[in-house]
């Protein structure tokens, strides 16, 4: 394989400086003299032969007898020629070897002006090729799209590629039956939606949802990111939409996908240059391009978001995006299927049961899940184990959810005291509440960035509702390693930062958001999504200030109260603090069933 060899600046500088030296040693030097003086140095003898041109005299140096002619002179006398009716004859005295100057101002022009202009362009045209090769784009592709166009017979993902998702895959089945068969919608008039808006959070499978309805339709596939089309130069986003749509046109029927669209089509009127901004000029023309295509043409708009709330209202209207559907974290079902792709090509140890896997992880997102077998799977081949065991695929979770462990990280006694009993009141409130989730693992060993020990609690099951009492109990187990801390050392720190952050936003959410207070009753105070509040040009909320204040009064009375009814439950349960935070920071990592047994024994 032959290596390319790279352009560098530094090479330029270098051949630079090597041609301006021989050129300044290969130079003669030039004395500009009067033609007195000019005249002198003949009758010295110090020139032996003179170039007459129309304006002037050059005058080479002798060179001494017995010495050989240098290739190139190195003193050259110069004076202006005069009209003086006896040079020749003075010369000719002198014995002065005359020579005439071929005057040619064609040429003399050719190499002041062409040779250099075209020395110039040619240097220029070169540094361009070398910025498009690196950037992309030419200096004249600067307002042609960069979509990545992928033929139909490089797409080789299809609908049983992407695990889960049955919902969306159902509805996207439709714009796949169009582009093979338009005439079943076109013989009674239907018409397909232009737009589909793919929403849900990251790494739930959007693009390869994309990807999977162009493999199934077998047609080309466009594909372009959101901040592809911004760029500094005014104007240069909105020819890229122009060619885009218009490449379109001519490939149809195609599927066009524009990942992150929230880059370009964040709502108008929010930028801090107003309206005129390139991002917004780049919107409006992708909302005239989407308007001027026909229904019927075979061009389907695909994108992607996970922030939908700040789009630009014109652009969710029937016409454009007006199909959205979610693709959401996977459920159980959905998350045993994904953990099966991904096995595929895996050693697996036997035990594994993905099952129990898939109930360990709720909230996982398909990325996660494949991040979570490929972590295990570098844990053994770390440990040089010949197939991937539940003991990796635990630590993989542990470390995707706490972070990494961090073994240099020593605690003193005093600090292991101290986050055993804080571990250890989370895990007791959580096992004496009825509708806490169950505690999987309690572990003292530092992870992650400032994590001194973590509680791993998991659901039995997936849920989408969530009672008064359950939020109350969230609080009380977010509220328990401060109290342990309380009634064990008559002490607090710092450790409950991160515990009372979470527990304020529950209790404000009960209180502002879900109408779960007494005495502020069945309303909600929270403001609406709004497109200045994310982009901080409006402050939160749209409140009194003494609604506010009450707010602010109620979230601190709901946390004292049940502050107050954990500080009870420990009190009574002191002597299990001990033995659980004695086991704790004897092993470090207690499991489910051991602190199932401890509890039973308490």
Known sequence: MKNKTSFSLSYALVATLIFLFIQNWLSPQVLNVSYTQ???HVTEKTINSVVISNDRLKGFEKIEDGKQEPLFPKLVYVTPRVGDPNLIDFFEKNNIDIIAANENTLL????????????????WMFFMKRFGQAGGAGIMTLGK??????????????????????EAKQELQEVIEFLKTPDKFTRLGAKIPKGILLVGPPGTGKTLLAKAVAGESGVPFFSISGS????MFVGLGAARVRDLFEQAGKTAPCIVFIDELDALGKARGTGMMGGHDEREQTLNQLLVEMDGFEPNKGVIILAATNRPEILDPALLRPGRFDRHILVDRPDLKERVAILEVHARGVKLAAEINLEVLARRTPGFTGADLANLINEATLLAVRQGKEQVEMTDLEAAIDRIIAGLEKKNRVLNEREKKFVAYHETGHAVVAALRSTAEKVHKISIVPRGIGALGFTLQLPTEDRYLLSRTELLEKIDVLLGGRAAEEVIFSEI??????????????????????????TLGHATYRQQASPLLHQGLMPEREISDQTARQIDEEVRLLLDERMKLVLVTLRDKKELLHNVAAVLLEKETIEAEEFASLMAGG
């Open 145 to 166: 799209h960069k979509a990545k166009i992928i033929a139909q017979t490089d797409l080789d993902i299809t609908f049983a590629s992407v695990a889960g998702q049955d």
């Open 38 to 40: 000019f005249k002198k």
């Open 228 to 231: 592809d089309f911004i760029e």
């Open 493 to 518: 720190t710092t450790g409950a930062q991160n515990d009372l952050q979470k527990a304020t936003e529950i209790a404000r959410s009960m209180v502002a958001l879900y109408g779960m207070n007494d």
């Open 108 to 123: 003399k022009a050719i190499l002041s002006w062409v040779v250099p202009t075209v020395i110039f362009v040619g240097i």
